[in-house]
T-cell receptor, first 113, second 111 residues
Framework: DVKVTQSSRYLVKRTGEKVFLECVQDMDHENMFWYRQDPGLGLRLIYF???????EKGDIPEGYSVSREKKERFSLILESASTNQTSMYLC????????????FGQGTRLTVV | RKEVEQDPGPFNVPEGATVAFNCTYSNSASQSFFWYRQDCRKEPKLLMS???SGNEDGRFTAQLNRASQYISLLIRDSKLSDSATYLCVVTGNTGGFKTIFGAGTRLFVKA
C-alpha cells in the first residue's frame, strides 16, 4: 500500500518560531510537492522538487524554504512563523513522468499564535 | 488570472440528480488533466484522469476540450456518498513539472 506520511497531524507554534514540517514517501517517487490549503483558495503550491537537492518555487514561496537531502524525504521550513501561515499543509508525491497520480499525506494543521 | 479555475459552488442537489462541474486552465502547454475528490478533513484522492477522447467510469464522465482549454466532470444519478469537494488538476512540463490544483467545487447531495 503506497504511503505518504507527514510527521504531525496538528501543530501549534508561536510567532517567530522556526517550524519544520516533514514528509516521507515510500514509493520511490521522483517528484514531491508542498501545498497549503485555505478555505476558498484551494490548494496552492509552495515548493516542489523533482530530484534530490533540486527545488523549484511554486506560486507562494515567500516565507518558506524546503530541503530534499534524500529522495524519500521533503521538508518544508517556516523560517519565522507568522499568523498568516496558519493553514492546512499537504505534501504530495508523483512518479515520472508527471502525468501520473499524486499521492497525498494526511495533512498537517498548523496554527501560529 | 488563476492557472486553473473552477465553479466555486456549492452545488446542492437531490439524490438521483445529474450535476456537471467545469474547469478552465490558462496554460495551453498543459499536458495531463485529472479530477480529484476530497472528503471533509481528508486528503485529496484521484477520482479519474481526463483524456481528449473523453472517458467514463460508472456514473462519472470526464471530458477535455484542448481548443477551449476546458475540462468537465459529469456525475449521473447522484448518491449521498458523492458529497465532497471536487478538484480539477492540471500538470505539465512548464516551469518545472508543476501540478496545479483548482480551488475545488463543493457538492452536497441531499436525500
Amino acid at each position: 500500500d503506497v504511503k505518504v506520511t507527514q510527521s504531525s497531524r496538528y501543530l501549534v507554534k508561536r510567532t517567530g518560531e522556526k517550524v519544520f514540517l516533514e514528509c516521507v514517501q515510500d514509493m520511490d517517487h521522483e517528484n514531491m510537492f508542498w501545498y497549503r490549503q485555505d478555505p476558498g483558495l484551494g490548494l496552492r503550491l509552495i515548493y516542489f522538487s523533482y530530484d534530490v537537492k533540486m527545488k523549484e518555487k511554486g506560486d507562494i514561496p515567500e516565507g518558506y524554504s524546503v530541503s530534499r537531502e534524500k529522495k524519500e524525504r521533503f521538508s518544508l521550513i517556516l523560517e519565522s512563523a507568522s499568523t498568516n501561515q496558519t493553514s492546512m499543509y499537504l505534501c504530495a508525491s508523483t512518479s515520472q513522468p508527471m502525468n501520473t497520480e499524486a499521492f497525498f499525506g494526511q495533512g498537517t494543521r498548523l496554527t501560529v499564535v | 488570472r488563476k492557472e486553473v479555475e473552477q465553479d466555486p459552488g456549492p452545488f446542492n442537489v437531490p439524490e438521483g440528480a445529474t450535476v456537471a462541474f467545469n474547469c478552465t486552465y490558462s496554460n495551453s502547454a498543459s499536458q495531463s488533466f485529472f479530477w480529484y475528490r476530497q472528503d471533509c478533513r481528508k486528503e485529496p484522492k484521484l477520482l479519474m484522469s481526463v483524456y481528449s477522447s473523453g472517458n467514463e467510469d460508472g456514473r462519472f464522465t470526464a471530458q477535455l476540450n484542448r481548443a477551449s482549454q476546458y475540462i468537465s466532470l459529469l456525475i449521473r444519478d447522484s448518491k449521498l456518498s458523492d458529497s465532497a469537494t471536487y478538484l480539477c488538476v492540471v500538470t505539465g512540463n512548464t516551469g518545472g513539472f508543476k501540478t496545479i490544483f483548482g480551488a475545488g467545487t463543493r457538492l452536497f447531495v441531499k436525500a
